[in-house]
Nanobody, 125 residues
């Protein structure tokens, strides 16, 4: 059973930056290097949406239009950790951010098999 633990959320002013981390463990059969990981977010009163994903097998990355150019997803294979660097944050980025893991990315979005508990990001002056 893959476990995912997010960290790095918090309160930040508009224009600021945050880096979220997702520590992954519990891999059996398929290693971290062969998994895909993604970040999803859910704003108050809205549905959960995919933000970004990365497939560790080939390093391919994908971003939603709303974060492209501002967010960067990376994976540290030595630490089994996936990061989401978020720059130029604005209030519309506020929400609960969830890390997810799966083996496939379909139409530029991760098909999740496992979820983390989430970390809250608030962008406000």
């Amino acid at each position: 059973q893959v476990q995912l633990v997010e960290s790095g959320g918090g309160l930040v002013q508009p224009g600021g930056s945050l880096r979220l981390a997702c520590a992954a463990s519990g891999f059996t059969g398929i290693s971290f290097d062969d998994y895909a990981f993604g970040w999803f977010r859910q704003a108050p009163g809205k549905e959960r949406e995919g933000v970004s994903c990365i497939h560790n097998s080939d390093g391919s990355t994908y971003y939603s239009d709303s974060v492209k150019g501002r967010f960067t997803i990376t994976a540290d294979k030595a630490k089994n950790t996936v990061y989401l660097q978020m720059n130029a944050l604005n209030p519309e980025d506020t929400g609960d951010y969830y890390c997810a893991a799966g083996v496939a990315i379909i139409q530029r979005e991760l098909l999740p098999d496992y979820w983390g508990q989430g970390t809250q990001v608030t962008v406000s002056a």
